[in-house]
């Protein structure tokens, strides 16, 4: 079955800094999804990706995945204790799977003021 | 547009009863997933409900059941609580295929 292994798993930044989260997939991801989770609350949809070589942007946070559709980033400029949280990358394994997302572990992220 | 929303947001019960949750999706989505997340395995997939019919499901046991209405709100039950049944539950709804999923603020269920 596919897995999703997200690196690093937790990550402390200053504020200001720039950084990057990894989500990589054994197999060819039909849909790579963004999701940014405040502890014990719901998901925040950042951003989808489906087209191999896909780059998208919103404010600060910019995500791309890979031409073979198998790792895709997250990019943080400048940070802000607001980026502060868990982000989670999930993805549809088999093309017209519909709603079934497998989601890698989360990196929880810290922003020190 | 108003948000999924989920019913209700926190719930305590004990082993060997049974809860329902409720899951009203974005107006004019007609899939709704369910999820369980937990400090152990992360997040789960349970099933997925599509124009009331149940179109996937997840590796967890007849307990844990679905369904979804015509007006496209869906409930997830289980049954015979465990222990390990305690987890967020969060439904998402996308309007199908492989589009934008949003979830709900969750439900919190503790089993004692």
């Known amino acids: 079955s596919q897995e999703l292994e997200q690196s690093p798993q937790s990550l402390i930044v200053q504020e200001g800094k720039n950084l990057t989260i990894n989500c990589t997939s054994s197999k060819t991801l039909y849909g790579l999804y963004w999701y940014k989770q405040k502890y014990g609350e719901g998901l925040i949809f950042l951003m989808m990706l489906q087209k191999g070589g896909e780059e998208k942007s919103h404010e600060k946070i910019t995500a791309k995945l890979d031409e073979k559709k198998q790792q895709s980033s997250l990019h943080i400029t400048a940070s802000q204790p607001s980026h502060a949280g868990i982000y989670l990358c999930?993805?549809?394994?088999?093309?017209?799977?519909?709603?079934?997302?497998?989601f890698g572990q989360g990196t929880e992220l810290s922003v020190k003021p | 547009k108003a948000g999924v929303t989920q019913t209700p947001r926190y719930l305590i019960k004990t082993r060997g009863q049974q809860v329902t949750l409720s899951c009203s999706p974005i107006?004019?989505?007609?899939?709704v997933s369910w999820y369980q997340q937990t400090p152990g395995q992360g997040l789960q997939f349970l099933f997925e409900?599509?124009?009331?019919?149940?179109?996937n499901k997840g590796n967890f046991p007849g307990r844990f059941s679905g369904r979804q209405f015509s007006n496209s709100r869906s409930e997830m039950n289980v049954s015979t609580l465990e222990l390990g049944d305690s987890a967020l539950y969060l439904c998402a709804s996308s309007s199908g295929g492989t589009q934008e999923q949003f979830f709900g603020p969750g439900t919190r269920l503790t089993v004692l």
């Open positions: 999930g993805a549809l394994s088999t093309y017209n799977q519909g709603g079934k997302l497998i």
């Open positions: 107006s004019g989505h007609r899939s």
């Open positions: 409900y599509f124009s009331e019919t149940q179109r």
